[in-house]
């Protein structure tokens, strides 16, 4: 069994800065791409980073410069900085892993969903 926890959403003011972390733990062999995903009301899921198991990154043009993915693999955790939020960088974010478990052949966990809110 293999679960990814979120933590560290909240709500912020415009220009604020907020750290989303996402532990995975459970029956894990290797973790390779971890990511973040964003879905506002009324839209479809998005992609806003990714991190390979060699530290490759790659980003959303709407987050580039503002937000930083990052990854501990020692304790199996993915994070995501963000900074210079704006009113439009409210949604739900989501964690994603491709994990190979000693369970599973590799496929993808996610997240339960943290709420990231940008209002004054």
């Known amino acids: 069994q293999v679960q990814l926890v979120e933590s560290g959403g909240g709500l912020v003011q415009p220009g604020g800065s907020l750290r989303l972390s996402c532990a995975a733990s459970?029956?894990?062999?290797?973790?390779?791409?971890m990511g973040w995903y964003r879905q506002a009301p009324g839209k479809e899921r998005e992609s806003v980073a990714g991190?390979?198991?060699?530290?490759?990154?790659n980003y959303a043009d709407s987050v580039k410069g503002r937000f930083t993915i990052s990854r501990d693999n020692a304790k199996n955790t993915v994070y995501l900085q963000m900074n210079s939020l704006k009113p439009e960088d409210t949604a739900v974010y989501y964690c994603?892993?491709?994990?190979?478990?000693?369970?599973?052949?590799?496929?993808?966990?996610w997240g339960q969903g943290t709420q990231v809110t940008v209002s004054s």
């Open positions: 991190i390979t198991s060699g530290d490759s990154t």
């Open positions: 994603n892993a491709n994990i190979r478990s000693f369970v599973s052949n590799v496929r993808d966990y």
């Open positions: 459970g029956s894990i062999l290797s973790i390779n791409a």
